[in-house]
């Protein structure tokens, strides 16, 4: 899934929460390291601005071997053992205010195990190089992609609408 598409979904399911932006900061933490090495990237050249809107994620994958500093990241964001680390601590009361945020990771890790084929996660890192291979991807053409773009992409459109209707209902009550 895309790093947005699990702010959206988490930002969906959980917008009554008092944390609702802890959720949604930490749905999208694991791909946080994929903002800063493209901003790497384009300082030195890599490729420009209007080639990143046609970069796709096969090809942006390609830069991660070449730093290391990246990889290292992407693995232990995206691995349960580092996720599990972390929400036993926030179990403990000194740090119970960051549960939210580790939740919101916890839910990214879930969803990319649902939608990642053949790139799929070492979610075991770095004590296994274990993956959870996927039926389908988000991204992969060769596993349902397209499928699943039209479906997520509808239902994310659909809640969209049900959330704007709901904020114009709200307002309009109000005045």
Do not use: C
């Not at 205010?97 to 990214?108: D, P």
């Not at 479906?151 to 969209?160: D, F, K, R, S």
């Amino acid at each position: 899934m895309f790093t947005f598409h699990h702010g959206f979904w988490l930002y969906f399911f959980s917008r009554r929460h008092p944390q609702v932006w802890q959720f949604v900061a930490g749905s999208m933490l694991p791909d946080y390291v994929y903002l800063v090495l493209m901003a790497v990237l384009l300082a030195r050249g890599e490729f420009g601005w209007r080639e990143l809107f046609r970069l796709s994620p096969t090809t942006f994958m390609t830069f991660l071997p070449q730093y290391p500093w990246a990889l290292h990241a992407d693995l232990a964001g995206h691995s349960a053992v580092f996720w599990g680390a972390a929400f036993a601590v926030s179990l403990l009361p000194p740090f119970s205010r960051g549960q939210a945020f580790v939740v919101g990771w916890g839910t990214h890790i879930l969803l990319d195990g649902l939608t990642h084929a053949a790139h799929a996660n070492l979610f075991l890192y770095p004590l296994s190089l274990l993956a959870a291979h996927s039926p389908v991807s988000y991204w992969e053409p060769a596993y349902l992609a397209r499928e699943f773009k039209l479906v997520n992409g509808t239902l994310m459109g659909l809640t969209a609408a049900y959330l704007i209707y709901h904020w114009w209902k709200k307002r309009r009550e109000r005045n």
